[in-house]
């Protein structure tokens, strides 16, 4: 992506969230917020979720095995 595409881009979501209404700014802010997060990921970083992953991956692979 050439630079200008992405200040065009950033200029369009700009505009959006302006021309929204103050209301619907602040429902979409409350939604956000309220979704599930991921605190092993949050607390510990990526490390060990990649291990999480990977075990995962493994596990699946051996019941498919079978």
């Given at each position: 992506m050439k630079t200008n595409d992405f200040i065009k881009y950033l200029t369009q979501e700009f505009v959006t969230y302006v021309d929204?209404?103050?209301?619907?700014?602040?429902r979409y802010r409350s939604v956000?917020?309220?979704?599930?997060?991921?605190?092993?990921?949050?607390?510990?970083?990526?490390?060990p979720f990649a291990l999480m992953m990977m075990l995962k991956r493994k596990k699946g692979k051996r019941l498919s095995e079978k």
């Open positions: 929204q209404p103050k209301e619907e700014r602040k956000e917020r309220g979704r599930k997060r991921n605190y092993s990921r949050t607390l510990f970083g990526w490390i």
